[in-house]
C-alpha cells in the first residue's frame, strides 16, 4: 500500500454504523493486502495475580456478536477466562496502518462448532492437540517428541476425535475501537459503544 493511501483521513462518516460490519470490511482489506497471518489476534486475559497476560491466537471466525477461537481448555489463557471471562482482542496491521480493539466476555463456544472446526484441521495438527498438556511443564523436547508418536501409533489408521479438553471460545464484543494511522501521529481513533442492543455510539478520540 503506498504511503499516500495508508494515511488517508478517516471520517466518521467513513464509518459503517455497526462495528461488525465496519470489522468485515477492514477484515477483507487484510485477506487481500496483508501477506503473512492476517488473522493474527493478541488475546489479553487477566491471571490469578491480577496480572495481565497477553499472547497471539487465531481468529477461526466471526459473526455478530461472537469473535471465535480454539485452544486447550487447560492451558493458561482457558483457567485465566474461566476465573476472568473479561478480555480483550487487538488485531494490527502494519501494512495497513490500521488496528482494531475489542472488548467482551468470553464464553465457550457450542460442541458442535467446536466439532465442526476440529474436522478442519490437518491431521498433525489433530495428533499435537492430543500429545501437549498445554502450559504444562514438561521435561524436555524429546519427551513432546515421544507423546507425539504414542498418539500416532493409538489412532493409526483412524479418524482422530477432538480431545474432551480441546474446543472452541468465543468472545462476546461489548465495545470496539478503530485506529487509522494519521501522518506525524496524528491518528484517526474511534470507539463504538453500545446504547441498547442493535444502537452503536460512534466516538471520535484524540490519537
Known sequence: MDTQSRFQRLQKSDLD???FEQFQKWWLIAQQQVALY???MILNTVDERDYP???VVLLRGFKSPYF???TNYNSNKSTELQKHPKASL????KELGKQIRILGQVTPCTEMDSDNYWNTRPRESQIHAWAS???AP???YETLLNNVKA???KFKGTPIPRPPHWGGLQLEAESFEFWQEGEFRLHHRFTYTKTSPQQWQITRLNP
Do not use: G, M, T
Open 151 to 153: 498418539i500416532e501409533e
Open 138 to 140: 514438561i521435561a524436555d
Open 17 to 19: 454504523p455497526n462495528p
Open 133 to 135: 498438556a498445554q502450559s
Open 38 to 40: 492476517p488473522e493474527f
Open 53 to 55: 497476560q497477553s499472547r
Open 68 to 70: 471465535q477461537f480454539f
Open 90 to 93: 487487538l488485531f494490527f496491521w
